[in-house]
C-alpha cells in the first residue's frame, strides 16, 4: 500500500444537490486527488444513509410514501435467509450489489474512468453505512433495533461487509490500478457510552473489525460526533475520520491511543471545515491556523510531529442538510486548506 501524500482532501459522501453532473464536476474540481462517490439524500428516498445500504437485507419492507423501512421476520423470512447465505457460500458478491436506483453517484465512475481524470488520482474513496450505526437505526416489526438481535446481527455484519467488498470491487473494475478507501460511516457511535446506549466495547470491535477483516484497501471509519476514541483506534482501522472543528478536544483525551496507531501507519481525517452556518465566518487561512493549532496541542501531549503529518483534510461531515450554496463553498474551503498546508 503506497503512502498517501500529507494534506490531500476528499469528501465525506451527501450533498445537498438533486443535479449529479453539478456534484461531479465540483468533485472533480475541488478533490481531484481523492474524489469520492457522492450521496443524494434530496433526490430519492433511496439515497437516505440506512435505505441506500439496506437494499436486499432479508426480510426488508419499505414503505415508500410515510418513508419507512423495518424487518419483518413473519411470511418468507426463513427462505430469504437461506438465499442469503447461499449467495454468501458462493461469494456472489452481485447479490449484495448497489443499484443506480440507491445511488445515482455510481455513475461517477464511468467518468473517473476517462484517462484524462485519472491522471491526478491517488486513491479512489467510497462509504457504506457502519455495522453499529447500520444496526441500531434499522428495526424489526417489532421496532426492536436488529443490533441485538442474534441471529439478524450476524446477517446485517455479513451484508454490510458484502456491500463494501462488492464497493471495492466495483473501483477496481472501473479504475484499476488505483487504490481503493472505503469509509464505514459510523455517526451512531456518538451515543456509546452513555445512558442511552446499550453497547458493549466488545461487540462494538468485533462487529467493525468483521468487516474491515476481508477488504484489501484502506479502511476507515467516520463518527462525526464524540465518542470512546479508545474503542475505534484498537481496531485494525487504517484511517481515523473525526470532527476537527467540533470535537478535537476530546481526541486529545487519547494521546497514546492516536500515537500508537499513527506510529503502526493510521492516518488521521481531519474534519477541519464545518459543515454548519459557522462555516460562514472562516476563510481558507483561518482554518489552516486552526489545523496548525490542533497539531500543536497534539504535539503537547506527546505526539510525534513527524507522525502528525499522516493527515487528510476532509469537511466534519456530509453536507446533505445544508444549502446548495454552503455545501459548494466546504468544497473550496476543503479544497484551499490543503492547497494551503501542501504549500506551507
Known sequence: MKPISPYLATGIGSFPHKDEETVFRLILDHFPEIPFLPQFPNRSFFENMVIQYSEGFPGLKIDEKEQKVWVDRSEGFDEEIERFYQALEKKDL??????????????????????????????????????????????????????????????????????AKWLEKKFHEWLPGIETIIFFDEPGLSSYGSAFSSLNREDVIQSLESCFEPLKGLKGIHCCGNTDWSVLLSTHLDILSFDAYGYLENLLLYPKEIETFLARGGILAWGIVPTSEEVEKEDGESLKRRFKRGVDLFIKEGVDPILLQRVILTPSCGTGSLSISLSERICRLTSEVSKRLRES
Do not use: M, R
Not at 101 to 130: A, E, W
Not at 141 to 155: P, R
Open 94 to 163: 452481485e447479490a449484495f450489489q448497489i443499484s443506480e436506483k440507491c445511488s445515482i453517484g455510481l455513475n461517477f465512475l464511468k467518468i473517473l474512468s476517462h484517462d484524462k481524470n485519472q491522471k491526478s488520482i491517488h486513491y479512489i474513496k467510497g462509504q457504506v453505512i457502519g455495522p453499529i450505526t447500520f444496526g441500531l437505526s434499522l428495526t424489526d416489526q417489532n421496532k426492536k433495533s436488529i443490533f441485538y438481535d442474534s441471529t439478524l446481527k450476524d446477517v446485517l455484519i455479513h451484508h454490510i461487509t458484502s456491500k
